[in-house]
Structures are given as structure tokens and as C-alpha cells.
């Protein structure tokens, strides 16, 4: 996953890029913290990727965000930082 930059009151998007067989779950945190699916934040997945999109950001929301993506077979991560900038 990429980290990303945004202005706020910008969206925000990260991929998580893990597939596997059987199709993986996908969790979502922010800071270590459960996200769930919100007007905010919201989570869609393919049989690719699974997509989190951050509408309206809020400096607040600024920091790491973590994927797992999990299956029978194995349990995995990947995380990459946001950064909500008041200078644009």
C-alpha cells in the first residue's frame, strides 16, 4: 500500500492489493484502531483488492492505516500512511 497526501475535506483512497485462494476477508484499521464501514469510511472489496475510501478528511484522520487480509491459508498485512494537509 502507498502512503498518500490529501487537503482536507478531500477524499482519500488506499488499496490493499492481497488476494489469495479462497478470496481473502478484509479488515481495516486506523492507528491500530477497527474501522468500520461508515459514510466516511467506506469499504469495498473485488476479487482483486479491497478498496478504503475517506470522504470529507479531517486532519484527524491523518496516520497509518493497515490492511489484513485473511484466509484458511494464511493472515496477512500491509499498511501505508495518510497525511491531511490545511495547506493547499
Given at each position: 500500500?502507498?502512503?498518500a497526501a490529501v487537503?482536507?475535506?478531500?477524499?482519500?483512497?488506499f488499496l490493499c492489493d492481497i488476494n489469495g485462494d479462497p478470496l481473502p476477508d478484509y479488515e481495516w484499521f486506523h492507528d491500530g484502531m477497527t474501522l468500520n464501514?461508515?459514510?466516511?469510511?467506506n469499504?469495498?472489496?473485488?476479487?482483486?483488492?479491497s478498496r478504503l475510501r475517506i470522504i470529507?478528511?479531517?486532519?484527524?484522520?491523518?496516520?497509518?492505516?493497515?490492511?489484513?487480509?485473511f484466509n484458511a491459508a494464511a493472515v496477512?498485512?500491509?499498511s501505508g500512511r495518510l497525511r491531511?494537509?490545511?495547506d493547499c
Open positions: 500500500m502507498e502512503n487537503c482536507v475535506g478531500h477524499t482519500a483512497y464501514n461508515t459514510t466516511r469510511f469499504m469495498r472489496r473485488n476479487s482483486k483488492y470529507n478528511t479531517k486532519t484527524t484522520d491523518s496516520g497509518e492505516y493497515t490492511c489484513k487480509a496477512l498485512t500491509t491531511v494537509t490545511t
